[in-house]
T-cell receptor, first 116, second 117 residues
């Protein structure tokens, strides 16, 4: 089946630094990828929709200058958390929408970000 | 806006017990409904879906019926196994009239299920 990978799986960074998270579709192409944030015991909250070759679409309340999204190819989207603060600590999950078949979303395993 | 409310866990059952996880939704139009499962250390996987009223989704012994009159999509399994231990998420697609498309998913908070031998 379709596989989506995320890298890194865990990252610890200092407050004020930037962190980049990669999301790759390994065996299919995805013009659309999604970035979610999940707090403990909370649902996944959609942050933004990443579109290959164009600007990302951000959900209301998500700072586009803080969470930079680049969808450089049909198999790669990156999320950069700029000037990270402890409140940005969370579990970030991406998904990729397969162009073929029923166009379902396939989810990555997530990235645990801890900002100290 | 769209929202999904699902039964809060954790839910702990013995093997072969009957499982129900309740899910209700609020949405405009006619969303598609989904159950996703997240096994420990893995990403979310689609468990089953239903795209219109009265549809029944089923997979791996799990079933859920799209009930428009009660805006519900409860997950059931007649006999759970230890390997079913996971977090279960109810979700709907945000695009009105999307049919099978699962564009812009809205998730419930998830229900942790633990099945003991």
């Amino acid at each position: 089946g379709a596989v989506v990978s995320q890298h890194p799986s865990r990252v610890i960074c200092k407050s004020g630094t930037s962190v980049k998270i990669e999301c790759r579709s390994l065996d299919f192409q995805a013009t659309t990828m999604f970035w979610y944030r999940q707090f403990p015991k909370q649902s996944l909250m959609l942050m933004a929709t990443s579109n290959e070759g164009s600007k990302a679409t951000y959900e209301q309340g998500v700072e586009k200058d803080k969470f930079l999204i680049n969808h450089a190819s049909l198999t790669l989207s990156t999320l950069t958390v700029t000037s990270a603060h402890p409140e940005d600590s969370s579990f970030y999950i991406c998904s990729a929408r397969d162009l073929s078949g029923d166009r379902r979303q396939y989810f990555g395993p997530g990235t645990r970000l801890t900002v100290t | 806006g769209n929202s999904v409310t699902q039964m809060e866990g954790p839910v702990t059952l013995s093997e072969e017990a009957f499982l129900t996880i309740n899910c209700t939704y609020t949405a405009t139009g006619y969303p598609s409904l989904f159950w996703y499962v997240q096994y420990p250390g893995e990403g979310l996987q689609l468990l089953l879906k239903a795209t219109k009223a009265d549809d029944k989704g089923s997979n791996k012994g799990f079933e859920a019926t799209y009930r428009k009159e009660t805006t519900s999509f409860h997950l059931e399994k007649g006999s759970v196994q230890v390997s079913d231990s996971a977090v279960y998420f109810c979700a709907l697609s945000g695009l009105a009239g999307s049919g099978g498309s699962n564009y812009k998913l809205t998730f419930g908070k998830g229900t942790l299920l633990t099945v003991n031998p």
